[in-house]
């Protein structure tokens, strides 16, 4: 009996740690940019995102030395910091590019003209000469210092405002926004309905529309964009919300009606025979059972097309214009790739702000959005 | 007017006029054209209930119309004509014509065999495995979490994995940072070569084994497939798919065995031909593998404990629990599965276009739709190419509409 228990544990024991690597090799990537969005340029340039918690050495960008000069001791002093702000630890300094770490903290560099410098390891640095300094090329210090881990959300406000971007990811914020609430809401209505005459009611070729509505689920979209679009140019709505509101509503409703008929099938009969009885009309039946009853698969159903809709690219692309008012945050994240695709700072703060709705929406819905899956490809 | 009030009046005036028509044409129906009053009361009720469902979907049917069933039919006619004019095959043999469709296919192809197949089985082990420990819920919720996340978000969060650095600088890509620890020793040979070696050699041996039961009964029964020659028919292509998928994992196994690697030089992933393609895979694979392992989750857990008691009591250890009880029944719901992702697979457009934007032998054929249509303003061609998309998606929509109709009779 041991050895049956001992390997059961065993086997217990892979399990735990398969699923460890699993979870950290889906987990690690988004984090990987979540933890690059808190960091300034310099520091994602100069390490890898996984050493972002560690004090690290590097070497920093030449710093001028500059100051008023005070005479003291028949001596010209000039005083000053290297790291006015941070707490940083200086461990080697060098005053050319060739020899960056040449000196250590403390020691005095005699320099030409009869020039000193000195720097300690707080990056206080000391340059005494015995001319007047005016209009002289002061030295520059090459400084290689440890830095404890700092985080900023510079970058965030950065790309809300759009400062030196050009496009505005707080602009795109709200244009996505427009764009995803009213094509989540308006296909649910109409979908209900049709829904519900599919479910309940008896009518010749009913079977035929049931599958037609699957048959159009799987439809690929691609196949509706010139035709619609060409449509909407002669209808004389052109490129705009109006249109994008209006293909979106087509597009979700396949799904829209298979997951509320599906649902609605499954509602109790006697529930609906008792109000036919009753005399209420179909319409208060509707309004009154179905649609309450409903609420777990219309909550599904918006979850879905919500997601669906924030995180579309094409036929935000398609319908869309691509002027500040426009542009979605999708189609501004493809823009900054192209444009300043080596800017991790900006490229992972606005990749954030672009998916941070979703993922509350998924955390705080997960439930409605799991049983919407589950009705619609399980059978 | 700002858009943000445009979109508020919007939903107000979508919301309002729904519910306004759908109020106004019962209350038409029942007070006005057949009230059930008077002579004919019984017949008016009937005839108001024949009328009804037609009420109730006539906003949904015109939408659908107007919004996927007319478009296809005009697609058909773009591909076909030229500025109005009807040209018959001239943009299909001009698309035919052009390489880049044809690397198109080709990738496209390589994704619907990896994406689906490595989807379904990380869904499948993840589902499996979170089963049975405390914490599975989490683990199955932080899996999942991509699905959330959209294709050009996940785009730019893989490509900070593969980022590149020149040698000498400081690698800020996780996947160059890793690639720089190996050194050519033994680590690197049982990583490098044996795993994946050992992974390939386990899927084609999966591969083979579902050519020999698909294609068994062909040898065995000829007789058999002169009674249903369209499932025979099936079954030969079927056999013939899984054998090209073998040989091509077979010299898959030779590439890897003994392609020279170069150790200790950081590498720009997405521009290395061919492998570049699988690259971008991970991506949808990353977030696809939530969708299939919370379906598939569900499955198992339907699975009666009847069944896996009983192999128990006979002695079956877990492998054979999970390949022999659990997964033959819940076969029909990996096919739901697959056929699901399959779709998602036609339609990727945003990965690549994000990616690498179809440079260096990675595109698709949405993409390449896509940027005929939208770039090169060549309708025609790119009509082709979106007809050739609904071609592929066209077996899964029949299977479907079939499946349906069977449950419902």
Same mark, same amino acid.
């Given at each position: 009996?041991?050895?049956?228990?001992?390997?059961?544990?065993?086997?217990?024991?892979?399990?735990?740690?398969?699923?460890?690597?699993?979870?950290?090799?889906?987990?690690?990537?988004?984090?990987?940019?979540?933890?690059?969005?808190?960091?300034?340029?310099?520091?994602?340039?100069?390490?890898?995102?996984?050493?972002?918690?560690?004090?690290?050495?590097?070497?920093?960008?030449?710093?001028?030395?500059?100051?008023?000069?005070?005479?003291?001791?028949?001596?010209?002093?000039?005083?000053?910091?290297?790291?006015?702000?941070?707490?940083?630890?200086?461990?080697?300094?060098?005053?050319?590019?060739?020899?960056?770490?040449?000196?250590?903290?403390?020691?005095?560099?005699?320099?030409?003209?009869?020039?000193?410098?000195?720097?300690?390891?707080?990056?206080?640095?000391?340059?005494?000469?015995?001319?007047?300094?005016?209009?002289?090329?002061?030295?520059?210090?090459?400084?290689?210092?440890?830095?404890?881990?700092?985080?900023?959300?510079?970058?965030?406000?950065?790309?809300?405002?759009?400062?030196?971007?050009?496009?505005?990811?707080?602009?795109?914020?709200?244009?996505?926004?427009?764009?995803?609430?009213?094509?989540?809401?308006?296909?649910?209505?109409?979908?209900?309905?049709?829904?519900?005459?599919?479910?309940?009611?008896?009518?010749?070729?009913?079977?035929?529309?049931?599958?037609?509505?699957?048959?159009?689920?799987?439809?690929?979209?691609?196949?509706?964009?010139?035709?619609?679009?060409?449509?909407?140019?002669?209808?004389?709505?052109?490129?705009?919300?109006?249109?994008?509101?209006?293909?979106?509503?087509?597009?979700?409703?396949?799904?829209?009606?298979?997951?509320?008929?599906?649902?609605?099938?499954?509602?109790?009969?006697?529930?609906?025979?008792?109000?036919?009885?009753?005399?209420?009309?179909?319409?208060?039946?509707?309004?009154?059972?179905?649609?309450?009853?409903?609420?777990?698969?219309?909550?599904?159903?918006?979850?879905?097309?919500?997601?669906?809709?924030?995180?579309?690219?094409?036929?935000?692309?398609?319908?869309?214009?691509?002027?500040?008012?426009?542009?979605?945050?999708?189609?501004?994240?493809?823009?900054?790739?192209?444009?300043?695709?080596?800017?991790?700072?900006?490229?992972?703060?606005?990749?954030?702000?672009?998916?941070?709705?979703?993922?509350?929406?998924?955390?705080?819905?997960?439930?409605?959005?799991?049983?919407?899956?589950?009705?619609?490809?399980?059978? | 007017?700002?858009?943000?009030?445009?979109?508020?009046?919007?939903?107000?005036? !979508?919301?309002?006029?729904?519910?306004?028509?759908?109020?106004?044409?019962?209350?038409?129906?029942?007070?006005?054209?057949?009230?059930?009053?008077?002579?004919?009361?019984?017949?008016?009720?009937?005839?108001?209930?024949?009328?009804?469902?037609?009420?109730?979907?006539?906003?949904?049917?015109?939408?659908?119309?107007?919004?996927?069933?007319?478009?296809?039919?005009?697609?058909?006619?773009?591909?076909?004509?030229?500025?109005?004019?009807?040209?018959?095959?001239?943009?299909?043999?001009?698309?035919?014509?052009?390489?880049?469709?044809?690397?198109?296919?080709?990738?496209?192809?390589?994704?619907?065999?990896?994406?689906?197949?490595?989807?379904?089985?990380?869904?499948?082990?993840?589902?499996?495995?979170?089963?049975?420990?405390?914490?599975?819920?989490?683990?199955?919720?932080?899996?999942?979490?991509?699905?959330?996340?959209?294709?050009?978000?996940?785009?730019?969060?893989?490509?900070?994995?593969?980022?590149?650095?020149?040698?000498?600088?400081?690698?800020?890509?996780?996947?160059?940072?890793?690639?720089?620890?190996?050194? !050519?020793?033994?680590?690197?040979?049982?990583?490098?070569?044996?795993?994946?070696?050992?992974?390939?050699?386990?899927?084609?041996?999966?591969?083979?084994?579902?050519?020999?039961?698909?294609?068994?009964?062909?040898?065995?029964?000829?007789?058999?497939?002169?009674?249903?020659?369209?499932?025979?028919?099936?079954?030969?292509?079927?056999?013939?798919?899984?054998?090209?998928?073998?040989?091509?994992?077979?010299?898959?196994?030779?590439?890897?065995?003994?392609?020279?690697?170069?150790?200790?030089?950081?590498?720009?992933?997405?521009?290395?031909?061919?492998?570049?393609?699988?690259?971008?895979?991970?991506?949808?694979?990353?977030?696809?593998?939530?969708?299939?392992?919370?379906?598939?989750?569900?499955?198992?857990?339907?699975?009666?404990?009847?069944?896996?008691?009983?192999?128990?009591?006979? !002695?079956?250890?877990?492998?054979?629990?999970?390949?022999?009880?659990?997964?033959?029944?819940?076969?029909?719901?990996?096919?739901?599965?697959?056929?699901?992702? &399959?779709?998602?697979?036609?339609?990727?457009?945003?990965?690549?276009?994000?990616? &690498?934007?179809?440079?260096?032998?990675?595109?698709?054929?949405?993409?390449?739709?896509?940027?005929?249509?939208?770039?090169?303003?060549?309708?025609?061609?790119?009509?082709?190419?979106?007809?050739?998309?609904?071609?592929?998606?066209?077996?899964?929509?029949?299977?479907?509409?079939?499946?349906?109709?069977?449950?419902?009779?």
């Amino acid at each position: 009996m041991d050895r049956v228990a001992g390997r059961k544990s065993a086997l217990v024991w892979t399990v735990h740690l398969s699923v460890l690597f699993l979870v950290a090799l889906w987990v690690v990537p988004t984090l990987g940019l979540f933890i690059s969005s808190f960091r300034t340029a310099d520091q994602i340039s100069s390490s890898g995102w996984w050493s972002a918690l560690a004090t690290q050495e590097r070497q920093l960008p030449a710093i001028r030395v500059e100051g008023e000069p005070e005479l003291r001791d028949g001596l010209y002093v000039i005083e000053g910091t290297l790291f006015p702000r941070e707490r940083s630890t200086l461990s080697a300094w060098g005053t050319s590019s060739l020899k960056p770490q040449a000196y250590q903290p403390g020691d005095v560099a005699e320099l030409k003209d009869g020039m000193t410098l000195s720097v300690d390891d707080k990056g206080r640095y000391v340059l005494t000469s015995p001319d007047p300094l005016e209009g002289k090329r002061l030295p520059r210090i090459f400084a290689t210092a440890t830095q404890p881990p700092e985080f900023t959300l510079d970058n965030y406000r950065q790309v809300l405002v759009g400062a030196n971007t050009g496009i505005s990811i707080g602009q795109a914020f709200l244009n996505t926004a427009t764009v995803a609430i009213p094509a989540t809401v308006i296909p649910i209505l109409i979908a209900a309905f049709a829904a519900y005459a599919l479910a309940w009611m008896d009518f010749p070729g009913r079977a035929l529309l049931v599958a037609a509505v699957v048959g159009l689920l799987v439809v690929p979209l691609q196949l509706a964009l010139i035709p619609l679009l060409q449509l909407h140019n002669w209808v004389g709505i052109g490129k705009g919300y109006l249109g994008i509101w209006l293909a979106h509503t087509g597009f979700g409703l396949p799904l829209a009606i298979y997951l509320l008929r599906n649902y609605m099938a499954g509602l109790p009969r006697d529930i609906i025979e008792n109000a036919r009885v009753d005399g209420a009309t179909e319409f208060q039946i509707f309004t009154r059972i179905i649609l309450p009853l409903s609420f777990p698969a219309i909550a599904s159903f918006a979850i879905f097309q919500f997601l669906w809709t924030w995180n579309d690219l094409l036929v935000a692309l398609v319908f869309l214009g691509t002027g500040n008012d426009q542009l979605v945050l999708t189609g501004a994240l493809v823009n900054l790739l192209g444009s300043r695709g080596g800017d991790w700072e900006i490229l992972a703060a606005s990749a954030f702000v672009s998916i941070a709705v979703p993922l509350f929406v998924f955390f705080a819905m997960q439930k409605y959005l799991v049983r919407g899956l589950l009705a619609g490809s399980v059978k | 007017m700002h858009p943000t009030i445009q979109a508020l009046m919007t939903i107000v005036i !979508g919301v309002g006029g729904c519910v306004g028509y759908f109020y106004a044409s019962n209350l038409l129906l029942d007070r006005v054209i057949f009230p059930p009053r008077g002579a004919n009361a019984g017949r008016n009720i009937n005839r108001a209930n024949m009328i009804r469902p037609w009420l109730f979907l006539f906003p949904a049917i015109f939408a659908l119309g107007l919004y996927l069933a007319y478009p296809v039919v005009a697609t058909s006619w773009l591909s076909l004509s030229r500025e109005g004019t009807f040209v018959g095959l001239e943009n299909y043999s001009r698309m035919l014509a052009e390489p880049k469709f044809w690397e198109s296919m080709r990738n496209n192809m390589l994704w619907l065999i990896v994406v689906p197949a490595l989807s379904t089985a990380f869904g499948l082990i993840v589902a499996q495995l979170t089963d049975r420990i405390w914490w599975g819920n989490i683990a199955k919720s932080l899996i999942f979490m991509p699905m959330a996340i959209s294709f050009v978000g996940a785009s730019v969060i893989w490509k900070l994995v593969y980022d590149a650095r020149p040698e000498g600088q400081p690698q800020i890509g996780l996947l160059n940072a890793l690639w720089l620890q190996f050194q !050519g020793g033994w680590g690197s040979l049982l990583v490098l070569k044996a795993l994946p070696i050992a992974a390939i050699l386990a899927f084609a041996a999966g591969v083979a084994w579902g050519v020999w039961r698909v294609g068994r009964p062909v040898a065995t029964d000829p007789a058999g497939l002169a009674r249903r020659p369209l499932a025979g028919l099936l079954r030969v292509l079927a056999v013939l798919a899984g054998l090209s998928v073998l040989y091509l994992s077979l010299r898959g196994v030779l590439g890897v065995a003994t392609a020279e690697l170069p150790y200790g030089k950081p590498q720009t992933w997405l521009t290395i031909l061919f492998y570049n393609n699988f690259f971008l895979m991970a991506v949808l694979v990353w977030i696809q593998a939530g969708f299939a392992m919370v379906i598939l989750s569900a499955a198992l857990r339907a699975i009666p404990e009847e069944t896996i008691e009983a192999a128990i009591l006979d !002695g079956a250890n877990p492998f054979q629990i999970f390949f022999r009880i659990k997964v033959p029944q819940i076969m029909g719901t990996i096919v739901v599965v697959w056929t699901t992702i &399959t779709i998602v697979v036609l339609k990727v457009f945003d990965i690549v276009l994000a990616m &690498t934007n179809g440079q260096w032998e990675t595109q698709v054929l949405a993409n390449y739709m896509y940027d005929k249509m939208f770039r090169a303003f060549d309708i025609g061609v790119g009509s082709a190419a979106a007809m050739v998309i609904m071609a592929l998606v066209t077996p899964i929509l029949v299977w479907n509409v079939y499946n349906v109709r069977k449950e419902m009779r």
